[in-house]
T-cell receptor, first 114, second 114 residues
Framework: DTGVSQDPRHKITKRGQNVTFRCDPI?????LYWYRQTLGQGPEFLTY????????KSRLLSDRFSAERPKGSFSTLEIQRTEQGDSAMYLC????????????FGPGTRLTVT | AQSVAQPEDQVNVAEGNPLTVKCTYS??????LFWYVQYPNRGLQFLLK??????LVKGSYGFEAEFNKSQTSFHLKKPSALVSDSALYFC????????????FGRGTSLIVHP
């Protein structure tokens, strides 16, 4: 398998701008997760999909955040009206249907809001 | 609620010596427990998991972890450390009867000295 890929790897944006990140999971992985990680912390859950259905969202996911997985393959995470507090590493992970507890993580997208 | 604590920010060990990275957890019911490793500029990689059964779990790269229910711990161990084991290690837990989403610890930086 080719692994989980994320694009872009780095994004610098000005406060108030919208940004969108993409995640391509491992093929045939039906679950896809988004996390946020800041320095010195572990990944914090944002949301997850099973196929195209968004099954759970964290309270961390404010109204400015939205995620989609329209065809059950790749996913996008959009942040509207970015704030400096949104600066973090955004991680995507996927897991297979027979071992859904084993998550495979991508390299992350580092967002810097200036 | 579920939570996990990694009491050490950093663990230093000499190459060839045994290593232990500590993790304690809290769940309402029975736990599923996980260890992940993060190398620089790489995504988190799954190492091992405890679901049920034998309290000693063996994983990738010669690592193992021991589940101790009375002490609510799941320490990661390796008999002989390698310099290449130097990385950030994350413990995670989820309640078997709860959400499918794990909660991650803050991570422990393992430094193996030659």
């Amino acid at each position: 398998d080719t692994g989980v890929s994320q694009d872009p790897r780095h994004k610098i944006t000005k406060r108030g701008q919208n940004v969108t990140f993409r995640c391509d999971p491992i093929s045939e992985h039906n679950r896809l997760y988004w996390y946020r990680q800041t320095l010195g912390q572990g990944p914090e859950f944002l949301t997850y999909f099973q196929n195209e259905a968004q099954l759970e969202k964290s309270r961390l996911l404010s109204d400015r955040f939205s995620a989609e997985r329209p065809k059950g393959s790749f996913s996008t995470l959009e942040i509207q009206r970015t704030e400096q507090g949104d600066s973090a590493m955004y991680l995507c992970a996927s897991s297979p249907p027979d071992r859904f507890d084993e998550q495979y993580f991508g390299p992350g997208t580092r967002l810097t809001v200036t | 609620a579920q939570s996990v604590a990694q009491p050490e920010d950093q663990v230093n060990v000499a190459e060839g010596n045994p290593l232990t990275v500590k993790c304690t957890y809290s769940v309402s019911g029975n736990p599923y427990l996980f260890w992940y490793v993060q190398y620089p500029n790489r995504g988190l990689q799954f190492l091992l998991k405890y679901i049920t059964g034998d309290n000693l779990v063996k994983g990738s790269y010669g690592f193992e972890a021991e589940f101790n229910k009375s002490q609510t711990s799941f320490h990661l161990k390796k008999p002989s450390a390698l310099v290449s084991d130097s990385a950030l290690y994350f413990c995670a837990v989820r309640d078997r009867g709860g959400s499918y989403i794990p909660t991650f610890g803050r991570g422990t930086s393992l430094i193996v000295h030659p």
